[in-house]
């Protein structure tokens, strides 16, 4: 089954226009099926509204938009689609949000990444981050031992083999002390993949830019730039260097 975006979305419209503008632009999307999980709120109809004007704009008719009956919140609503998601079939899933702005060749990296890594499993996610500054070339990648959760993939049997079930669901899971390094982004960054061995797959220019200043656990002192960012790519020859 063709892979699939995953972007979840809750209540600030303002940020998720200027995302919707950059996957209009992202060179491939036709080949990907959307999926937009939307939280209920005050801002749903506007939130729903912009996904309906970029699916006009775009002609992206392989995008579903779902409607959260009740809020699931920032631990279970990625969980909840992205088990989904994998559980219908689709081999390879990328998470994105709606303060995440990429770049236009994001795609091609996730397709190039998904291909070339399906048969190393110690390579469990793929990553659009990088908060290196420009230098290297845009199509270079690294291995990487840490886990980004800004714009990242992985494939079904990562999914249902350990990420799935090891997504900390209810901030139970901790390093230190309850509440501290708590949530499903921690646990895989400092508990699963060290435990397990595992690694992941960067660019070492980045293909995404948060601009979420305000969040359910974001800060503007929390932001970190990604200076290597370019909106505009040209299509690359994607290799380790």
């Known amino acids: 089954m063709r892979p699939a975006v995953l972007l979840t979305a809750f209540d600030r419209p303002r940020y998720l226009a200027p995302v919707l503008d950059a996957w209009a632009d992202v060179r491939g999307l036709h080949a990907w099926h959307l999926r937009v999980a939307v939280e209920p709120s005050g801002a749903r109809d506007e939130v729903v509204g912009l996904v309906r004007s970029f699916v006009r704009q775009t002609g992206h008719l392989d995008t579903e938009v779902v409607l959260n009956p009740v809020r699931l919140g920032v631990l279970e609503n990625p969980y909840a689609h992205l088990d989904a998601l994998f559980r219908a079939g689709h081999d390879f899933v990328v998470r994105a949000e709606d303060d995440l702005v990429v770049a236009d060749d994001v795609l091609e990296l996730f397709a190039h990444v998904q291909g070339a890594y399906a048969g190393d499993a110690s390579v469990a996610t793929a990553h659009a981050f990088c908060a290196d500054p420009p230098g290297a070339g845009p199509g270079g990648l690294a291995r990487t031992d840490a886990f980004c ?89 994607y290799r380790e260097r």
């Open 149 to 237: 959760p800004w714009v990242w993939g992985t494939w079904r049997d990562r999914w249902l083999d350990l990420l799935g079930p090891t997504w900390d669901r209810d901030y139970s899971t901790y390093n230190g002390s309850p509440g501290f390094e708590t949530g499903w982004d921690w646990n895989l960054n400092t508990r699963v993949f060290p435990a397990h061995g595992l690694g992941a797959v960067a660019p070492r220019v980045s293909r995404v830019r948060n601009i979420g200043e305000v969040g359910e656990h974001g800060t503007p002192d929390d932001l970190v730039p990604a200076p290597s960012f370019v909106a505009h790519q040209p299509p690359q020859r």
